[in-house]
């Protein structure tokens, strides 16, 4: 009887291959598994891609229409399977336009709407009241390409594209450019109500009349639309679905600064024009230094207040005031004035607005705070004339003088005066409340000169002055002088139109 021998060798190759078939399959699998999102995503990357240079070459077209060049331009855009709008109406302006708000630090409601402007329509009220108020506004539009999450648009001349969390990139700058001197901005309006979707190509056609209207210089709109500009400051608001990015872009103009207003997708841009220099009066309780060139270590020139008073000089030695200067940044210069004796006035910590010091210098971003106290026998001198009810008088702070000194008053070195920084400047001293510390004693003039500097480093300085409630300073006889260096940029001509195109889809 034979014996059966089993052999195994052709049952192995069969589960081998099966053992490599599925390991090939399951490598396939996981392969479209991790790489079809990146191969969408990469299509994607080169469809928005393709738009945003679609839409930078209608940029590029637009201006020449708008601005003069030649009256009708074609741009080809390829839709692959997504839409294209054109927000050119009624509606679509009240989401993409342009406020321009002129102010000019002798209209009596410029302090108190500065302090409240960082809003879109802030100055509804303002212009309701006020005949003195300037400003104007302009419409944009836009034509928009809409791909998954992005959004890709032209609106104001420039190339945005906007991502799903909200953040927004300019692909292309818009009208709009600042040299330090003049400022050019035509705005472009979009004209058209069109919308086509597909996957085919569509023609962008884009008409414009040539004949732009000049917004500024304008005298027939406002009396005051002149070159030079006599404003001395512009508020420029952009309400838009883009409006980040034209703050971003504002941001890269020389000299200019922005904020946002989220809630209604604003843009606020602030430029500063000529300052107002020489002796302001009446006094009064804000104003503003911009531009003051803190690379100079004497900026100032003058920087000195008039008090007067109907009355004796007990009238205005008995007036307290203090004068705050802030920047935007959390450092602040307090100055306290009280009275002396019958004859002088002088920064004083005895104040009874609640100030504990004489001067006092806070940076709240690195916790500083450096205090100054007069020295013996400085003060400012009460000119006293007249007698009983025809009695005035009448007195001059200096606070760049020479002569009047103050000793520093705290226990920690000080921080700001030196090296050169973001927190502190020039000149270069180590000062102790040591007694026999050589530099713990300076002259106001120096005080003042270098804790402004570091104040302009950020910017616009802002002061407010006050005075108790029962002082007896005549603030329409008073007044302060500011003459300085304000070696900024400082935008003195400036160039508005309105642009109007009319985009149609074919």
């Given at each position: 009887m034979k014996s059966i021998r089993i052999n195994d060798l052709a049952v192995s190759s069969v589960i081998g291959i099966s053992i490599i078939l599925v390991i090939s399959l399951l490598s396939i699998g996981l392969m479209i598994l991790y790489t079809a999102p990146l191969i969408s995503d990469t299509q994607d990357m080169a469809k928005s891609q393709k738009v945003e240079q679609a839409f930078t070459v209608l940029d590029s077209r637009t201006s020449k229409a708008s601005l003069g060049e030649s009256p009708l331009q074609t741009t080809t855009l390829t839709l692959m399977g997504e839409n294209v709008e054109v927000y050119g109406d009624s509606n679509s302006y009240n989401d993409s336009r342009i406020k321009?708000?002129?102010?000019?630090?002798?209209?009596?409601?410029?302090?108190?709407?500065?302090?409240?402007?960082t809003y879109w329509n802030a100055w509804e009220s303002y212009e309701s009241t006020y005949s003195d108020f300037a400003g104007l506004e302009a419409s944009m539009g836009s034509v928009r390409y809409y791909l998954d999450d992005r959004e890709i648009a032209y609106e104001g001349g420039g190339v945005w594209s906007k991502y799903e969390d909200g953040g927004t990139i300019m692909t292309s700058p818009p009208e709009f450019h600042y040299n330090g001197e003049t400022m050019t901005l035509p705005i472009v309006k979009v004209s058209g109500?069109?919308?086509?979707?597909?996957?085919?190509?569509?023609?962008?056609?884009?008409?414009?009349s040539n004949t732009?209207?000049?917004?500024?210089?304008?005298?027939?709109?406002?009396?005051?639309?002149?070159?030079?500009?006599?404003?001395?400051?512009?508020?420029?608001?952009?309400?838009?679905?883009f409006y980040d990015g034209w703050a971003d872009y504002a941001e890269t103009l020389t000299s200019t600064t922005?904020?946002?207003?989220?809630?209604?997708?604003?843009?606020?841009?602030?430029?500063?024009?000529?300052?107002?220099?020489?002796?302001?009066?009446?006094?009064?309780?804000?104003?503003?230094?911009?531009?003051?060139?803190?690379?100079?270590?004497?900026?100032?020139?003058?920087?000195?207040?008039?008090?007067?008073?109907?009355?004796?000089?007990?009238?205005?030695?008995?007036?307290?005031t203090i004068l705050t200067a802030t920047s935007n940044t959390g450092k602040s210069l307090v100055y306290?004035?009280?009275?002396?004796?019958?004859?002088?006035?002088?920064?004083?910590?005895?104040?009874?607005?609640?100030?504990?010091?004489?001067?006092?210098?806070?940076?709240?971003?690195?916790?500083?705070?450096?205090?100054w106290e007069t020295s013996?026998?400085?003060?400012?001198l009460v000119n006293s004339i007249g007698s009983g009810n025809s009695a005035v008088a009448n007195t001059t702070i200096d606070l760049v003088s020479d002569s009047y000194m103050m000793y520093y008053d705290t226990s920690d070195n000080e921080y700001s005066w030196g090296p050169v920084g973001s927190n502190s400047t020039t000149p270069d001293l180590i000062i102790t409340d040591d007694a026999s510390n050589a530099n713990?004693?300076?002259?106001?003039?120096?005080?003042?000169?270098?804790?402004?500097?570091?104040?302009?480093?950020?910017?616009?300085?802002?002061?407010?002055?006050?005075?108790?409630?029962?002082?007896?300073?005549?603030?329409?006889?008073?007044?302060?002088?500011?003459?300085y260096d304000a070696n900024g940029a400082i935008l003195t001509y400036l160039h508005i139109t309105s642009n109007e195109l009319e985009i149609a889809l074919n």
């Open positions: 321009i708000i002129f102010l000019y630090s002798n209209s009596s409601w410029y302090d108190n709407f500065y302090q409240n402007h109500n069109d919308t086509i979707s597909g996957s085919s190509d569509v023609n962008i056609e884009v008409r414009s732009p209207v000049i917004l500024y210089p304008n005298t027939s709109l406002n009396a005051n639309f002149t070159n030079p500009i006599s404003a001395n400051k512009i508020l420029i608001y952009i309400q838009s679905d922005a904020t946002l207003d989220h809630d209604n997708k604003t843009a606020i841009i602030e430029m500063d024009a000529e300052p107002k220099m020489g002796t302001v009066n009446p006094l009064p309780t804000y104003f503003e230094i911009p531009a003051l060139n803190h690379t100079n270590p004497e900026p100032f020139d003058n920087f000195s207040f008039f008090y007067y008073v109907e009355g004796d000089s007990s009238d205005l030695i008995a007036s307290d306290s004035f009280s009275k002396k004796d019958s004859d002088e006035v002088m920064l004083d910590a005895a104040n009874s607005l609640g100030t504990s010091h004489a001067l006092t210098y806070t940076d709240t971003s690195i916790g500083v705070t450096e205090i013996s026998g400085s003060g400012f713990r004693t300076q002259s106001l003039h120096n005080i003042t000169q270098h804790y402004m500097r570091l104040l302009a480093q950020d910017g616009t300085i802002e002061c407010t002055w006050e005075q108790k409630s029962n002082g007896k300073i005549e603030t329409d006889l008073s007044s302060y002088t500011a003459i």
